[in-house]
């Protein structure tokens, strides 16, 4: 379930371009091919407007728009629908474009009434073009995401949680075999327990950018089921306020993606993840369940990493039993046994030979689909495992690296692609192929080839 879009979707990296993840349109990215929502609480922390912007607003934001207008200002993708002019010819066709949807509502059997009582009085949001399309200069590492979300207020906030609702926890366990501590991390990482959701209407956040800029299709999805949900009477309008993209609730939850996995736990007659707790747990183990989480399954162990290892190893596609990876000199980094050495997994060396390892299991991809980033993930298994009783993560991170700046991180791709070794178009921004872009060169140079992209690798890059 690719869902989540506030938070935003490509820090899928070696040294986590998470700034930049969260920055576009995170879990609606990741929602193209089947998503939830990215959180408000990390577009708010890591995203950032548009720097070097003056001048008095070229377009005024809706009502629950925020309180920044629009840049005015060509969207950074380049995409032609992002263009200052396009941005304007389509906010002021937007009644229009609202008014044009109607024959798609009436499939759905939302009723003209219910349509145009929602749809009454809506005006485009255009501030939310400048956070589809913001690249962030400065990034942060992993160890700093983890800092920030894995903390002692956090897992206090968590604990509490838990011991509250623990008879939803109980038998939202029973039904569908996910793990408590997962679902209780998901609500404490998506929105700091329900404190931090985000304040914009997710009717006039989908409405906008189903008739403005580069992601008009999937947004017109979002937009005609967050109808649908307000017609059936499972949510109020003021209950679906979120993030930019369209994410709500506690754990953030896209319309589609509500509409997929939301239960009536309590069988009150209505489906409501915002406001009460049991049909909240309760949809988002159904979530879990249905992308699937294995019961009684964990996400995955740390791991020490012997010296000369070969990362070309830690790849997704790379697949070994926990036997198999031990031959080849993995640990728990606890020093005990793995309980179950038959499981398959893959290596994770987020910050490269520097840095502790991971074996990641099944769960381990299915939080991924929750939201498709690796430090996401991470920081999910890792809180769950704190909020059960475990400890810290064992070896250090190597916290004397800095983050890349935007314009090293593009002319480290570029200095690959001279050399042969990266066939994509420069960005910017990390992925898998430019991770092993950067193995290849390491390897040329008889340098561990972890993928890492370190300060270390670029003067190596712009002196060969």
């Known amino acids: 379930m690719t869902q989540r879009t506030g938070l935003l979707a490509q820090l899928r990296t070696g040294a986590i371009v998470i700034a930049a993840a969260l920055s576009v349109c995170g879990r609606a990215d990741a929602q193209s091919s089947d998503g939830n929502g990215v ?44 263009t200052a002019s396009a941005i304007r010819e389509a906010a002021a066709n937007f009644s229009n474009c609202v008014a044009g949807m109607w024959p798609d509502a009436a499939r759905r059997n939302i009723s003209q009434e219910s349509f145009q009582r929602f749809t009454a009085g809506l005006s485009p949001d255009l501030r939310l073009m400048d956070l589809m399309d913001s690249q962030p200069e400065f990034t942060k590492s992993v160890w700093d995401y983890l800092d920030i979300l894995v903390n002692d207020n956090r897992l206090a906030k968590g604990r509490d949680t838990l011991a509250k609702y623990k008879a939803q926890f109980d038998a939202t366990e029973k039904a569908y075999g996910v ?40 947004f017109k999805d979002e937009f005609l089921t967050a109808l649908e949900i307000l017609h059936h009477g499972d949510l109020r309008p003021e209950q679906m306020r979120g993030s930019w993209a369209g994410a709500f609730g506690p754990t953030q939850f896209m319309p589609t993606a509500f509409k997929r996995y939301a239960v009536d736990a309590d069988g009150d007659g209505r489906r409501d993840v915002v406001d009460d707790p049991a049909d909240l747990i309760a949809s988002t183990a159904n979530n879990l369940k249905k ?12 791991v020490v990493v012997p010296a000369g290892f070969n990362y070309m190893l830690a790849d997704r596609a790379k697949l070994m039993t926990l036997d198999q990876w031990e031959h080849l000199g993995l640990k728990h980094a606890d020093g005990k046994p793995f309980p179950h050495p038959a499981d398959k997994a893959y290596l994770l060396a987020p910050a490269g030979a520097e840095g502790p390892g991971f074996l990641m299991l099944q769960n381990f991809r299915v939080i991924m689909k929750y939201n498709p980033a690796e430090a996401y993930a991470l920081a999910i298994g890792h809180f769950a495992d704190r909020l059960r009783g475990g400890a810290p993560f064992v070896q250090p991170w190597p916290r004397q690296e800095r983050e890349l700046s935007r314009a090293e991180r593009l002319e480290l791709q570029q200095l690959l692609v001279q050399r042969g070794f990266y066939r994509g178009t420069p960005d910017g921004q990390f992925g898998g192929d430019t991770r092993n872009a950067l193995r290849g060169f390491q390897a040329s140079i008889g340098a561990p080839a972890d993928g890492f992209a370190s300060s270390d690798v670029l003067e190596k890059l712009r002196g060969h």
């Open 39 to 82: 959180s408000n609480f990390f577009s708010n922390m890591f995203s950032g407007s548009k720097s070097g912007t003056s001048g008095p607003p070229a377009a005024a934001t809706g009502t629950g728009g925020g309180p920044q207008p629009w840049s005015g200002e060509d969207g950074a993708s380049g995409h032609p629908l992002m």
């Open 179 to 218: 793990d408590r501590y997962v679902i209780a991390a998901i609500w404490g990482i998506e929105s700091n327990y329900s404190t931090q959701m985000g304040d914009r209407s997710v009717l006039q956040s989908t409405a906008t950018l189903a008739c403005v800029g580069r992601r008009q299709a999937y």
């Open 291 to 302: 992308d699937g989480w294995q019961a009684g399954q964990t996400w995955g162990y740390e």
